[in-house]
């Protein structure tokens, strides 16, 4: 007596002829879906709407090329304040200094160098944490060696979020100096410039224009610098937008902020340029 077989088990015949069918479906989607993603990273597009070859980012970004292949125009250097020879930094990790809290600038703090790319420095307010970190160039204002504050009559506060107790900052302070490497005086020389004062002078006015190239800081990644392009200006704002990128990362700052820099600064100082567009697939104009 044959006993009939269950619908839901298939015969060895109908496995056999199954199995092909399904493995071509699987195949024919991986090749889909590998042609799709090797097709967003082969062309990486542009702000201005034109692709930057696969080749060209294997071989490594360069401004000569990328602006010829744009048919685009960088930024004068003159319009940045920006030093316009490359700073020196002769800071090193774990020295402390004095800097502005940047979430209350009239507050000034201990500071902690935690890490450095060229001319750049990331800093912790100390009592604070990793997640209020940020960068500032050696030659900001915003940066002093320790006895400053007191030199100027001024007094050295908590940051703002100070993880103990109000009461325990002149204790915790006095800790955290004992034996530190304190950044000697001669990392925060002044430049050679008409005010005196460490940072460079601002430009008179603001003379960009719609669709110059320059390097900026991504604020979202402060530690990035990259290539980007003046989207838009009114009166002493740009909004800066990132090649081969969409609005996600744009911004407005002033003309004379000094997370926006003339194309090459970063290879003059060395530090690390991010390519346009590798941030990720996700974004990707």
Not at 153 to 167: A, C, E
Request: net charge positive.
């Amino acid at each position: 007596m044959v006993t009939e077989r269950s619908p839901s088990w298939p015969s060895k015949q109908e496995v056999s002829l199954q199995i092909p069918n399904l493995e071509h479906q699987i195949v024919t989607s991986s090749v889909y879906h590998y042609k799709s993603c090797r097709a967003s990273v082969l062309t990486m597009s542009t702000s201005s709407g034109r692709g930057w070859s696969y080749m060209q980012e294997k071989q490594g970004f360069t401004w000569d090329q990328y602006l010829i292949a744009n048919k685009a125009v960088a930024a004068s250097v003159s319009y940045f304040k920006q030093a316009h020879v490359p700073l020196v930094n002769e800071f090193s990790k774990d020295m402390k200094l004095e800097a502005y809290d940047p979430r209350n600038n009239t507050s000034s703090c201990i500071a902690t160098v935690i890490d450095m790319q060229g001319p750049r420095l990331r800093l912790r307010l100390d009592g604070s944490d990793d997640k209020n970190d940020f960068w500032r160039l050696v030659d900001s204002e915003d940066l002093h060696p320790v006895g400053y504050c007191e030199k100027h009559q001024g007094m050295l506060q908590p940051p703002l979020g100070f993880r103990m107790n109000s009461s325990s900052w002149p204790g915790f302070l006095q800790k955290t100096l004992n034996g530190a490497l304190l950044a000697p005086v001669h990392c925060f020389r002044k430049l050679d410039n008409s005010s005196g004062k460490l940072e460079p002078n601002k430009p008179c006015k603001n003379e960009f224009q719609v669709g110059q190239k320059l390097e900026a800081v991504d604020r979202k990644n402060p530690a990035l610098i990259c290539p980007a392009t003046i989207g838009a200006i009114s009166d002493d704002l740009l909004h800066i937008t990132f090649d081969g990128w969409r609005g996600a990362f744009d911004y407005w700052c002033r003309y004379d902020s000094r997370d926006i820099f003339p194309v090459g600064w970063c290879e003059k100082s060395g530090h690390p340029l991010q390519s346009p567009g590798i941030k990720g697939k996700k974004g990707l104009v």
